[in-house]
């Protein structure tokens, strides 16, 4: 298993992309999807072989040691393309190393930082903001201004009325391609965007160096990301009442989350419609908790295309706090995404926070920290 213990921030690599094509997990479970995957291993091993990338991850012939990706999931030598490569040590960690991980060969629980599950959880929360911005955009007229778009196979999204780095990020590869991502945060300053950085939490300074621009850390952005593979869950059993959102139960959730975020006023409508566009996907979940027939708490579950169940937002009304609610939410998701065939729960929260407390409870531990860092300015 690749291990990461650099000095230095991560790079997020976009053949986390080529993972997403060649692993459709969550529509496999039990047995017979162990075999299958366990079977995609050795094609994808094969895969790595014929196009000239030996399985340390290094190139058997120069001339065809990295791939390129295309929109249509295709892929070419260097040979053939002659620009935009990608690590070819990435085909290693993506494919072989994270799969065996889903099998159980390798813990999670490492002082070191897994290369392999740290972009998987990276892959399945963009994925998820992706989407909450997606829903945004198919508004009629799309009067949040809200755009999904991509710096080569990295998704990108901006909300023009919303400031939030939550809803604005440009995701791109720091290491070995800095200009398209600089670029883009350029280009999108006057919207607040901003780009992710990833590694051992001692990584991630104020400044941070990509390319030949300085970025700086955003406070109160670092957070951890943490994992369990979904065997290794340890359930809290509870009594409440637990149900998948409504049309009618919506509403109450939109108001306990911004009570719980501090929505601005003037942001209210926006994410009140985010949630209502997606109602419709059928990766994303929203669940409510109830007590005396109402509305007291409630979380969202984003199911991945990479097997990962990602826990995503979790709000509880302040004077409804203290009482289990949140930890029975996450044993209730992962419930819920076991049945769903999903292989990693993964989540995210502060280091200091209650949530990341009752995570770790259920059983997640910390695979890396995430800082948001924005351009500065000339």
Not at 3 to 12: G, K, M, N, Q, V
């Amino acid at each position: 298993m690749q291990e990461y213990d650099s000095d230095y921030p991560l790079a997020l690599e976009s053949t986390v992309r080529v993972f997403e094509r060649l692993f459709p997990l969550c529509s496999w479970s039990g047995n017979d999807g162990i075999k299958r995957i366990e079977n995609r291993i050795h094609a994808c091993q094969q895969f790595a072989i014929h196009s000239g990338v030996g399985l340390n991850g290094r190139s058997r012939q120069a001339s065809i040691g990295r791939l390129q990706p295309f929109a249509t999931g295709s892929y070419r030598s260097q040979r053939d393309t002659g620009a935009g490569y990608l690590p070819a040590v990435c085909l290693e960690v993506c494919i072989v190393e994270f799969a065996a991980t889903l099998l159980g060969h390798h813990a999670i629980r490492t002082m070191h930082m897994n290369v392999g599950m740290a972009h998987a959880i990276e892959a399945a929360e963009s994925e998820y903001l992706c989407a909450r911005v997606e829903s945004l955009s198919r508004i009629s007229g799309n009067p949040f201004g809200a755009r999904v778009f991509f710096n080569e196979a990295f998704p990108c999204f901006q909300v023009k009325a919303s400031p939030s780095p939550m809803l604005n990020r440009i995701y791109g590869d720091s290491t070995d391609r800095p200009k398209p991502l600089l670029s883009l945060l350029k280009e999108s300053a006057e919207y607040s965007t901003v780009t992710p950085l990833i590694g051992k939490a001692s990584t991630l300074k104020q400044y941070a160096l990509v390319g030949e621009r300085r970025l700086e850390r955003l406070r109160g952005w670092t957070h951890l990301q943490l994992a369990c593979t979904i065997e290794n869950v340890v359930l809290n059993h509870h009594s409440f009442e637990i149900e998948e959102a409504t049309s009618q139960t919506l509403p109450e959730f939109a108001t306990v989350h911004a009570s719980g975020f501090h929505t601005k006023p003037e942001h209210l409508q926006l994410s009140q419609a985010s949630f209502a566009g997606l109602m419709s996907n059928e990766r994303l979940k929203i669940y409510v908790l109830k007590a005396d027939g109402k509305v007291v708490a409630g979380a969202l579950m984003y199911l991945a295309c990479n097997g990962v169940a990602y826990l995503g937002t979790a709000a509880t009304r302040k004077n409804a706090r203290g009482q289990g609610y949140h930890g029975a939410l996450i044993s209730h998701r992962v419930e819920q995404a076991k049945k769903h065939g999903s292989l990693v729960i993964a989540a995210t929260a502060l280091p200091s926070s209650q949530s990341r407390r009752n995570l770790q409870r259920t059983g997640l531990a910390t695979s890396h920290a995430q800082a948001l860092y924005r351009l500065v300015d000339s």
